[in-house]
């Protein structure tokens, strides 16, 4: 429907009038115009009307300026006081009060305007008119820029959605708030997999279905086809439930595609076609269903690249651990969650002449950059083992490459030699996390010397060594393991320690229970390396 036919649509009307004569020619002539008409015969009944749970506005009171229980100028105060009848438009009527002060008056205390009797049907009808499309403009015009406002807040939360499930809830929750009515989306998942998604309406949740493979291109073909941006097209009940049984939108159907690039996969979001009341909504739902193509597209591009840069760092870190006689070897590694950026960490396990070096280590940062430079450092480390240096002359070697190649970069790395026999440990520490060493009697404790992180230019002092009797255990962490948002880190290592005395009496088994206990929800990579030494 047109504005302009909006406009000129018959309307509701209350005529407040006490007399009988009077109130039946206005009726009369109301009707024959095509609106419905409530009388009522003094203010008190037009109010009782007005204060109706459930009952719709009228959309124009007719107020006689002389009713028997107050007058008609009062009457349009308590009905422009009201929050509810506020945006009510009044049309005084009286054949008594016709002065320009009379006028004056009932203006200045609400009316929006005033004609005198005895009135003539067709300026009566023209101020009617006339009236309504003032007030159906100005509905208009707040409805706007309300569904702007509720565009702008759809828009963000599809902007912001982190996932694919987030990204449904808000798409098609912001088209049922927009519209106030029940509305679908489809669009393909990471996996190319068709998705269908429902909400029956703006305080509902999100329904989320698989949809058959050649629904995108069966619902193209009624709107975009492989063209790019955003277009609007009607679907009848029959077409769009042949293509999606399982949903819930009744009547006829108004979809908006949209593509960002070509050869890229589109979204479609779908309303009732009663829902939208003007051009002006279906400019809306175009634009709804366009910044979901650009979030999905963001979306999509960042899963892509996650994924990419995920292969990437895991492709740095080793696959296995060596073996190594009187030493049994665990380790775990889980990366940050789907939404947070890859970080730095790293551990290794390295046989040497000089015995197993085990070392963890945390480049600062989280970013492909955190993750490459953690791969230099991981392969430095590997050949400067290999070269036989004891850990302090590591440490060193790694902070001149440091400042040659990343002067910018800082990083956190443990060096843990386990010197043949198993009996006796060289540890060197830049900044990490202490190794905590479990005594074959089972008690714990966390070796805290250490010394400057690298990058910082500053030398390291030389290991300390620690003898470990045949049963001592030994176990590495990075801080993603350990760390939790506003609790000190002295709390949860204690916590940790714990764990780690009463947990599971099996390496690997243990390391399970350390990841399923401080592991979960975590938005930086973890990685734990333990070791059992049974000695030779």
């Given at each position: 429907m ?13 005529v ?10 206005l ?13 009522a015969?003094?203010?008190?009944e ?17 107020v006689?300026?002389?009713l ?25 009527i ?31 009808l ?20 309300q ?15 982190i ?25 393909l ?5 068709a ?51 399982a949903?819930?939108?009744g009547?006829n ?9 070509r ?14 009341t ?20 963001g ?15 895991r ?12 030493i ?11 939404n ?19 070392a ?11 993750a490459?430079?953690?791969g ?13 240096h004891?850990?302090?002359?590591i ?20 060096l843990?030699l386990?010197?043949p ?28 010397p ?16 620690l ?5 001592t ?6 801080d ?7 609790t ?29 206990t401080f592991?979960?929800?975590?938005d930086?990579d ?5 070791a059992?030494?049974?000695g030779?």
């Amino acid at each position: 429907m047109t504005d302009s036919s909006q406009d000129a649509a018959p309307a509701t009307i209350l005529v407040v009038e006490d007399s009988e004569t009077n109130l039946y020619l206005l009726t009369n002539w109301l009707e024959r115009a095509g609106h419905v008409v409530i009388g009522a015969e003094n203010a008190g009944e037009g109010l009782d009307h007005l204060a109706t749970a459930g009952t719709p506005l009228p959309e124009i009171a007719i107020v006689d300026v002389r009713l028997p229980d107050m007058s008609g100028f009062e009457l349009s105060e308590k009905i422009k006081g009201n929050a509810r009848t506020a945006a009510l438009p009044v049309i005084h009527i009286s054949a008594s009060a016709v002065s320009a002060e009379d006028h004056a008056e009932g203006l200045q205390r609400g009316a929006d305007a005033y004609l005198n009797q005895p009135l003539d049907p067709g300026e009566l009808l023209a101020t009617v008119t006339a009236t309504l499309r003032y007030a159906r403009a100005r509905r208009r015009a707040e409805q706007l820029a309300q569904r702007l406002l509720t565009l702008n807040q759809a828009t963000m939360s599809v902007y912001s959605s982190i996932g694919f499930h987030s990204f449904a809830a808000a798409a098609t929750g912001g088209a049922a708030r927009l519209l106030s009515s029940p509305a679908s989306a489809v669009f393909l998942s990471p996996e190319g997999q068709a998705v269908h998604s429902t909400s029956d309406g703006p305080a509902t949740t999100t329904r989320t279905y698989v949809a058959r493979p050649d629904v995108l291109d069966r619902l193209l073909q009624q709107s975009l086809g492989d063209g790019t941006g955003a277009t609007v097209a009607r679907i009848s009940r029959g077409q769009w439930q042949a293509l999606l049984s399982a949903d819930h939108l009744g009547g006829n159907i108004t979809m908006a595609a949209a593509r960002t690039k070509r050869g890229r996969p589109p979204v479609c979001i779908a309303v009732p076609s009663d829902a939208l009341t003007g051009t002006d909504d279906e400019h809306l739902l175009q634009q709804l269903a366009h910044a979901c193509a650009l979030a999905l597209e963001g979306l999509r591009t960042y899963n892509e690249e996650h994924t990419l840069a995920l292969a990437l760092q895991r492709s740095f870190l080793p696959s296995d651990l060596p073996t190594v006689d009187g030493i049994d070897l665990a380790f775990r590694y889980l990366p940050a969650s789907e939404n947070a950026e890859i970080g730095g960490d790293f551990y290794e396990a390295i046989p040497t002449a000089d015995g197993l070096l085990l070392a963890i280590g945390d480049v600062l940062g989280h970013s492909l950059s955190a993750a490459t430079v953690m791969g230099e450092l991981r392969h430095a480390l590997r050949a400067y083992a290999i070269e036989g240096h004891p850990p302090q002359q590591i440490l060193d070697r790694l902070e001149t490459l440091l400042a040659h190649s990343q002067p910018t970069v800082t990083a956190t790395l443990c060096l843990v030699l386990v010197e043949p026999g198993g009996r006796r440990l060289q540890v060197a520490n830049a900044g990490h996390i202490p190794p905590l060493v479990v005594s074959p009697q089972g008690h714990a404790r966390f070796h805290t010397p250490h010394g400057p992180i690298l990058g910082l230019r500053a030398p390291h002092p030389a290991p300390t060594a620690l003898s470990t009797p045949p049963g001592t255990r030994l176990l590495l962490v990075t801080d993603g393991l350990v760390e939790v948002r506003n609790t000190s880190l002295n709390a949860t290592l204690d916590a940790f320690m714990e764990a780690v005395t009463a947990g599971p009496a099996g390496l690997q088994d243990l390391s399970d229970h350390l990841l399923d206990t401080f592991g979960r929800g975590k938005d930086d990579d973890i990685a734990l390396l333990a070791a059992d030494l049974h000695g030779s």
